[in-house]
């Protein structure tokens, strides 16, 4: 067997002695310094144990304080993986009803109740009309002044002018170089800029399939890919994915061989619902099967940018075929109004600019300079260090109150990035049923049986810790915690 290098020695002992309670929940444990001392290391191996610890969700770094062991550390799995856990899932917890065979493709008909959810403004939050000031966070401060500079040079002649189809070439650099850095290894030329991720994902489907052709997707996955697929008369087969490794890429091997199918839309990073993270070795052998079936895997990267510990690297840096197409958006880590996305759709580069000359016509010149500025003077890498730390403590106070206070036989992923929980409640909940009765005590649910074409998934529920566990919101939970044990 191989050896243990010393600082995975360390954190096996911290762990025991956690696990042992010789520190307790909100203890601090002994400072670097100290550890280094005692127990003959280098400073770099104490660190790196202990945050790897961090990365797992068993300490917390407080600054200038030192490490502590974390509020419900032990329920939230110690010996879980770095790429997230599925909380009180010791017995063996699947992602839900309709996770068992797979249905055979079918068109595509959308809930109603996901239309009346953007109509409130409800996607990621249980109560939005709450105000959070979040759209006053120094990062837009300082965006809105990038975009207010770039709209004040503009030369008077440039507003009689539309901006090229594929965008600005400024911003599209500074996306290749961000991508070069993830080991991603691409050029200005390979981006087209999009009205955000949604119209990027339409523009793939639409380049890369016609209609009736079979379309595979995540399950539960996200409800906006299945609202293109019926726009699109496209067929879906659902793909189980569990909530913490996503897509079980066996299935989709086993899809393949059945059915004729010619795209794939996975978000391989912090997935919504359920915040899901593709192991590598799902990634490598997604890859493969693309070749093998002549697959176009449409990536959705929105979410990549907000890992609390590390940046998964995208699945195209590994894509030798020019298979995947890569898409993205900014709206999720700095504004939703900020419509601004991007596509790198490889083999169908130019097919998908010509559809997006067809069905946008153009981008905002001054919104793109403002925003490639912001990103180059550093504003955008500054910006995401405070929003991951900030829905880090977010994510513990929602996973702490479900665990401390939701009476019900529950599991719920504790995802590592993104914005999302996915909670399963017993066999018999109806969390779609309960939509109605909950917004008649003004409360928005976003009910799980939406992150399915097959009606599966009605005993969960997405919840988003995008927002503060403020008390009003406290409140509504505890709201929807006695309409669901009704």
């Known amino acids: 067997m191989p050896r243990d290098y010393r600082y995975q020695q360390l954190e096996s002992w911290l762990r025991d002695g956690i696990a042992g309670q010789r520190w307790r929940v909100g203890e601090r444990l002994p400072s670097v310094r100290e550890m280094c001392k005692d127990r003959q290391l280098s400073k770099a191996t104490v660190l790196h144990a202990y945050q790897r610890l961090e990365a797992q969700g068993v300490v917390e770094a407080r600054p200038k304080s030192g490490y502590f062991v974390m509020p419900a550390a032990v329920c939230r799995d110690q010996a879980a993986a770095m790429d997230g856990t599925f909380s009180r899932a010791t017995s063996g917890a699947t992602s839900g009803a309709g996770s068992g065979a797979m249905a055979a493709p079918a068109p595509v008909t959308v809930n109603e109740v996901v239309m009346d959810i953007m109509t409130r403004g409800a996607a990621f939050d249980i109560l939005p009309q709450t105000t959070t000031g979040h759209n006053s966070s120094a990062g837009i401060v300082a965006l809105n002044r990038s975009i207010g500079r770039a709209l004040r040079r503009q030369p008077v002649a440039a507003h009689h002018y539309y901006d090229e189809p594929a965008g600005d070439a400024y911003l599209r650099e500074q996306l290749a170089q961000r991508y070069r850095r993830q080991g991603c290894e691409r050029i200005a030329e390979d981006f087209c800029i999009t009205a955000g991720c949604q119209q990027s994902l339409f523009l793939a489907l639409m380049a890369s399939c016609q209609r009736g052709d079979i379309v595979a997707v995540e399950s539960p996955g996200f409800y906006g890919v299945l609202q293109l697929l ?123 600019k010509r559809l997006k000359l067809v069905t946008q016509l153009a981008s ?123």
């Open 364 to 486: 905002s010149r001054f919104v793109q300079q403002g925003l490639a500025a912001f990103i180059k003077d550093g504003g955008y890498d500054a910006h995401l260090r405070r929003q991951r730390e900030q829905l880090r403590q977010q994510r513990d106070q929602w996973v702490d109150y479900l665990d401390q206070h939701w009476s019900h036989e529950i599991h719920f992923s504790v995802p590592q990035g993104g914005l999302a929980i996915w909670l399963q409640l017993p066999e018999g909940v109806d969390t779609l049923s309960a939509y109605g009765v909950a917004l008649q005590q003004g409360v928005v649910i976003t009910p799980g049986s939406l992150f399915s074409a097959t009606d599966g998934y009605r005993n969960c529920l997405r919840l988003s810790f995008l927002h503060p566990l403020s008390a009003a919101r406290q409140v509504a939970l505890k709201t929807i915690a006695a309409l669901l044990s009704t």
């Open 230 to 352: 019926e726009q699109l008369g496209l067929q879906v087969v659902e793909i189980p994915a569990s909530p913490v490794n996503g897509m079980d890429i066996d299935a989709l091997q086993s899809a393949l061989q059945q059915w004729n199918i010619r795209a794939c839309v996975v978000t391989p990073a912090f997935a919504t619902p359920t915040g899901a993270t593709l192991l590598a070795a799902s990634r490598q052998k997604l890859l493969l099967l693309a070749d093998q079936y002549d697959l176009a895997v449409i990536e959705d990267d929105i979410y990549g940018d907000l890992g609390f510990f590390s940046r998964p690297e995208p699945l195209k840096a590994d894509d030798k075929s020019n298979r995947v197409i890569l898409c993205g958006s900014f709206s999720k880590n700095l504004s939703r109004d900020l419509r601004v996305g991007w596509i790198d759709a490889g083999r169908w580069n130019t097919q998908v």
